[in-house]
Structure formats: structure tokens, C-alpha cells
């Protein structure tokens, strides 16, 4: 059986990242639906830019408040993000391996 999508943390990402951008510094106060904040403020930076190019090109109206960052089409977007830094991650260390075995 084919399970075309399966939501893990991306919506509690997206609810941490929008409080952050929403002007909430504190961690105390920045949480989701799996509960606080427990990543460093690098993600949110990291996060947060992938949120404006998951965004940027679909109706950002969002009855969550979400800024349409949870619709299909901007996870769908943002899944070919992560699919382009999965494969020049690979290759980077393909590279690697290669360098290293040229010198043995």
C-alpha cells in the first residue's frame, strides 16, 4: 500500500517558526503541537527560510495562521527541497569517499 505523504513534525516546525517570526524570543514560549521549542536558534533560521520558499509562490491564506506553510502545495515544495540537499549531500560525500580512495 502507497502512503503518498506522512506528516511528522513539519506543522509543529512550521507553529515554532511562526511564533518566532511573530516576535516571541523566549523558548519558554515558542512550542508546537509535539510540545517546546528544543532546537537550537539555527533552526528557525533554517526552518524559517524554508517556510518563505515553501510559501512564495502558493495563496499564503491559512485558516491555521500558518501562513499556508502546511498546505499540500508548499509540502510538496518543500519535499523536493529536502530531495535537491539529500542528493548534493550524497554527492559531496561520494566525492569524498572518491578523494580519499584516489590517495590509498
Given at each position: 500500500?502507497?502512503?503518498?505523504?506522512?506528516?511528522?513534525?513539519?506543522v509543529?516546525?512550521?507553529?515554532?517558526v511562526?511564533?518566532?517570526?511573530?516576535?516571541?524570543?523566549?523558548?519558554?514560549?515558542?512550542?508546537?503541537?509535539?510540545?517546546?521549542?528544543?532546537y537550537?536558534a539555527?533552526?528557525?533560521?533554517?526552518?524559517?527560510f524554508?517556510?518563505?520558499i515553501?510559501?512564495?509562490?502558493i495563496?499564503?491564506?491559512?485558516?491555521?495562521?500558518?501562513?499556508?506553510?502546511?498546505?499540500?502545495?508548499a509540502?510538496?515544495i518543500i519535499q523536493?527541497?529536502?530531495?535537491?540537499l539529500?542528493?548534493?549531500?550524497?554527492a559531496?560525500?561520494l566525492?569524498?569517499?572518491?578523494?580519499?580512495?584516489q590517495?590509498?
Amino acid at each position: 500500500k502507497r502512503v503518498p505523504y506522512t506528516e511528522i513534525d513539519w506543522v509543529a516546525y512550521m507553529q515554532e517558526v511562526t511564533t518566532y517570526q511573530n516576535g516571541e524570543r523566549d523558548y519558554i514560549n515558542i512550542r508546537g503541537d509535539t510540545g517546546p521549542l528544543v532546537y537550537p536558534a539555527g533552526f528557525l533560521y533554517l526552518y524559517g527560510f524554508f517556510k518563505d520558499i515553501a510559501t512564495r509562490s502558493i495563496d499564503t491564506t491559512d485558516p491555521t495562521g500558518l501562513g499556508g506553510s502546511t498546505s499540500p502545495e508548499a509540502i510538496r515544495i518543500i519535499q523536493w527541497v529536502f530531495v535537491v540537499l539529500y542528493v548534493i549531500n550524497s554527492a559531496v560525500v561520494l566525492m569524498l569517499y572518491n578523494a580519499v580512495l584516489q590517495r590509498m
